[in-house]
C-alpha cells in the first residue's frame, strides 16, 4: 500500500516580482491553513483516499512547531523518520519518529544551519539511507535572499541518528535559486528533480521542475532537462508503483490548489497522469510504501482514536 504524507492549505495570493518591486496577486478570497501532518493512501499510486477524515495525524512538533511539506521514510532501524518545514527559527526542521504512523516520538526541532546567520530559510527537508556509508544523507533548500524563495541552493549533511551532523555543504548550485529536491537512483546514476524557482520581470515564469544528474549520491549534480512539469508546480515526489512499470512524479500545484502525476520511463521525458486525484487542499508531500499488514494496523489505530 501507498501512503501520501502532506499539509493542507488553500493561498489566497501569489506573489510576482515587478519592475516597482514584489507584489501579491488576489487568487481567491477562500484560504486556509492546516500545518500538521496529514496522510493518505493508495494501492496504485493514482487516486489517493484521506486517512482520518482528512484530519491531521500529528498536529504540531513537540506541540508548538508547524508541520509544512512533510517527508517520510523507513529507515533500516525499523522507524518511520519524519523531518519537515518548521521550528523555532527558519533555519530549523522538524524531526519525529514512529513505528506505526500514529504515535510520534522524539519530537523536536533541528537547528540544521547552524550558526549560520546569512541563511534565510531550511526548508522541504528530505534524506535517501546510503547503504554504503551506513548512514543517512539529509539534503534541502537554504536560501540567502531577502524571502527565503530567492538566491537560494540545495544543501546537504550526513547523520546516523538525526542528532549529530556533518557540516552543511551545498549539493546544488544551479546557478540560479533552486528550491524542493528529491532524488533516486536509477541505472548507476543519480537524478535529483528540483524546482526552478525563477520568475518575475527579469527572468520569466518558471516554478517548474528540472533534473539534474550525477554519478554519485552527493554529486555533483549537472541539469539534463527543461521543464518536466507545468509552471507553478513545486514538491516533487518520485515513486514507482510498479518495479516493471515507469516512475510516477507527484507534485503540487500549489497556486491552483491542486495536484498532479507525471510519468517517466527514464526519468528526463514525462508526460502528465490526467487520472491523478489527491485529497482537497493538499500541499508539499511524500509518497512512500507500507506493507498491508502495516496499513491495516494504521487503520485500526487511527479509527480508535
Request: contains cysteine; aromatic residues 14%.
Amino acid at each position: 500500500m501507498w501512503i501520501f504524507s502532506y499539509f493542507r492549505q488553500i493561498y489566497g495570493d501569489r506573489v510576482e516580482i515587478t519592475p516597482n518591486g514584489v507584489e501579491s496577486v488576489l487568487l481567491t478570497e477562500e484560504t486556509m491553513s492546516s500545518e500538521s501532518l496529514h496522510l493518505a493512501y493508495s494501492d496504485d499510486g493514482v487516486k489517493w483516499t484521506p486517512l482520518n477524515d482528512n484530519k491531521p495525524v500529528l498536529n504540531s512538533i513537540a506541540g508548538q512547531y508547524i508541520i509544512r511539506d512533510p517527508f517520510i521514510r523507513k529507515g533500516p532501524d525499523g522507524w518511520h523518520h519524519l523531518l519537515a518545514t518548521g521550528g523555532p527559527t527558519r533555519r530549523d526542521i522538524g524531526y519525529a519518529r514512529s513505528r506505526d504512523l500514529v504515535t510520534w516520538e522524539d519530537q523536536r526541532y533541528i537547528p540544521i544551519i547552524r550558526g549560520d546567520e546569512r541563511a534565510r530559510s531550511a526548508w522541504a527537508p528530505e534524506f535517501f539511507y546510503d547503504e554504503d556509508q551506513e548512514n543517512y544523507f539529509v539534503f534541502w533548500s537554504t536560501s540567502y535572499g531577502e524571502h527565503g524563495w530567492d538566491d537560494s541552493r540545495i544543501f546537504c549533511a550526513r547523520t546516523k541518528d538525526f542528532e549529530t551532523f556533518t557540516p552543511p555543504k551545498i549539493l546544488l548550485d544551479a546557478g540560479y535559486t533552486v528550491i524542493d529536491a528529491t532524488i533516486i537512483p536509477s541505472n548507476g546514476q543519480w537524478f535529483l528533480i528540483f524546482k526552478d524557482e525563477r520568475f518575475g520581470y527579469k527572468h520569466g515564469e518558471h516554478r517548474f521542475m528540472r533534473v539534474a544528474t550525477a554519478p554519485a549520491l552527493d554529486g555533483p549534480y549537472t541539469v539534463v532537462t527543461e521543464a518536466i512539469t507545468p509552471q507553478l508546480t513545486e514538491g516533487p515526489s518520485l515513486y514507482r508503483p510498479s518495479e516493471a512499470g515507469p516512475w510516477y512524479l507527484a507534485y503540487d500545484y500549489c497556486m491552483a490548489n491542486g495536484y498532479g502525476i507525471s510519468v517517466s520511463d527514464d526519468l528526463l521525458n514525462w508526460r502528465i497522469l490526467p487520472e491523478a486525484d489527491f485529497p482537497v487542499n493538499a500541499r508539499h508531500g511524500s509518497v512512500f510504501e507500507i506493507t498491508d499488514a502495516d496499513f491495516e494496523r494504521l487503520q485500526s489505530a487511527l479509527s480508535a482514536k
